[in-house]
């Protein structure tokens, strides 16, 4: 039911000037914000940076005096309403180069929602009187009560270019999710991060139990609109539609005139970190057994067939493309849901999301990327997976897509049932030349089968190497099936071995594929 304007604007007249702006009468849709970002493309890219003050700039706003500053809780945007939603915002400066511009709105009704330097207490820092009010703000993050009702949690973040993180019931930060990913992974070129530069936020109802949130996201190469419907739960999930217009060449030259034509365009990004694991053959002088957010790529293929690929922390930076034409979901998991795996008590790996990618419609011919970067370290995110349409979109044509996400731990759905559950791996004993992978796969499908009856294993590799041996055991210790593979790679072999293992009975498959790629030390 739609509010009556006058007593939207009697709210709006009882709010301090210097946060509002003009009130603009607008049904905020994709449509309304797609208008804008098509008309922004077709004019070279500008960088907000160019609007932030001088005296938020890195060089000047180091890491300790950006942490100073803090968001006062009272000024949350909806708080004095007693929303079921509530809005903070993060401070621009330090790392947060380019501002971003905040809207809110109505059914009927949008207004700027102003930089205010009451909303933060700075500290010891008398920097206040050189941000202008039009500096727009950083991003922000949203709060709700996810784990109690008397009281309000985090519920996610919109922070730095295009990331955003979410979280269900009992969850903590993990992974990121992105809004687009051009030119990632690719060694001759370097990436180009879009950025999220105007919001528009759903005032909600008292009781409505979801978000609504609009964006432009702005690029060197392109602008496009994305809508964002966010339903907080034991899994949270959020529907994204995204029209993308691509900039014409000349456009994009004039801002960089080396710029290459783009050679991927992931849509779907998530970004995590893997340092080492159960699988790591690289260790690492840590009192931890494992760190990471994610410890698995999952692809759901159209002709039904599961995909588990482990993630690695290799020597050097590993680019692996998987043909998934109209996938049917995809996404980086944290399978290991054990604390003593981790022995974490500062950073909660055992709790943080999976996040699980459904695409809405038909998405097509395409392929799902996995990117691996090496790092020495937890602080760096190093894993990047996104789905890429195999036809480029044209300059000025929409490009349309949408998708759901779930954060989830999987208390509340299952994403694969008959699964692989862990992966080890180390040298054959009796032939050093021999790797040898330990691959425990569970799941109901598996259950009626003895070690009188064991299922069958089928295993390949790529012609630079070749299976020696393979084998499955019934685990009475965990109740799994451990399948024992070794593979020898060929001699003076340098490239990765690709290699796959599931269990079948005849031709039906009893559980995921899984898939690996092994690089040499």
Known sequence: MRRPCYLLLLVLLALPAHVLARVESAEVTLDYVAKKAEERARKPFRSPRADLPAVLRQEN?????????????????????????????????????????????????????????????????????????????????????????????????????????????????????????????????????????????????????????????????????????????????????????????????????????????????LTSMFWFGENSERKFDDYRTEVHDSDGLLMRMENGETLWRPLNNASVMRHQRFTANNIRGFGLLQRDRDFASYQDIFNHYHQVPSVWIEPQGVWGEGDVHLVELSTHAEGLDNIVAFWEPKAKPQPMQPFRFGYTLYWTRETDRTLSENKVVATRIGADGRNPKRREFAIDFTGPKLSPFDENNPPAVVASCSDNGAITEAQVFRNRFSGTWRVILKMEPKAGNTAPVDIRCTLKKGEEALAETWTYHWSPP
Do not use: M
């Open 61 to 269: 706003l180091d890491y300790d005096k950006y942490r100073e500053i803090r968001f006062r809780h009272e000024r949350a945007l909806w708080g004095a309403d007693k929303l079921p939603f509530n809005v903070e915002f993060f401070h621009p400066g330090y790392l947060y180069q380019e501002p971003v511009r905040v809207h809110e709105f109505t059914l009927t009704h949008v207004q700027s929602v102003r930089f205010v330097q009451d909303f933060f207490d700075y500290g010891n820092l008398r920097i206040q009187r050189q941000i202008p009010a039009e500096t727009g703000y950083a991003g922000f993050k949203l709060l709700t009560p996810l784990n109690r009702e008397d009281k309000l949690d985090e519920l996610g973040a919109f922070l730095g270019a295009s990331y955003f993180r979410l979280l269900g019931k009992g969850q903590g930060y993990g992974q990121s999710a992105r809004g687009l990913a051009l030119d990632c992974g690719e060694g001759d070129r370097p990436e180009e991060f879009p950025i999220f530069t105007d919001w528009w936020l759903g005032k909600p109802h008292r009781e409505d139990t979801e978000l609504r949130l609009y964006a432009i996201l702005d690029s060197v190469s392109c602008t496009g609109a994305y809508r964002f419907v966010i339903r907080p739960g034991e899994t949270t999930s959020v529907d994204i539609k995204a029209v993308i217009y691509f900039r014409e060449p000349k456009d994009v030259l004039a801002v960089n005139k080396d710029r290459k034509p783009l050679k991927t365009i992931g849509v779907a990004p």
